[in-house]
């Protein structure tokens, strides 16, 4: 089972070396309009510090090639979708 799981994510382009519990930082532009101290209005993650919560790979149990397959918690109320390529493990 664990090697099916290793095996998906290489194939689906999801950095093996990040996992959950890592702490990232943000090293591109990235704006978002869904952060809740700046609600509708663009804030740049650039230079944010979280915490690795989930890779997503599979919804529903069927493997999927999501978008942004990195979800980072940064606040107690904020997570965003990400790319591996946004992100450096610190």
């Known amino acids: 089972m664990a090697v099916e799981i290793l095996v ?5 382009g ?10 990232v ?15 509708g209005q663009g804030f740049d993650l ?4 979280g915490e690795i919560v989930a890779i997503v790979t599979q919804w529903q149990g069927r493997p999927v090639s999501a978008n942004l397959p990195i979800l980072v918690q940064f606040s107690k ?8 390529n946004e992100l450096e493990i610190i």
């Open 8 to 12: 998906e994510q290489e194939k689906l």
């Open 14 to 23: 999801v950095n093996v070396a990040m996992k959950v519990g890592d702490r």
């Open 25 to 39: 930082r943000v090293k591109e532009s990235v704006v978002v309009y869904h952060h809740p101290e700046h609600r």
């Open 46 to 49: 650039k230079g944010s510090d």
């Open 77 to 84: 109320r904020f997570k965003a979708h990400l790319r591996e």
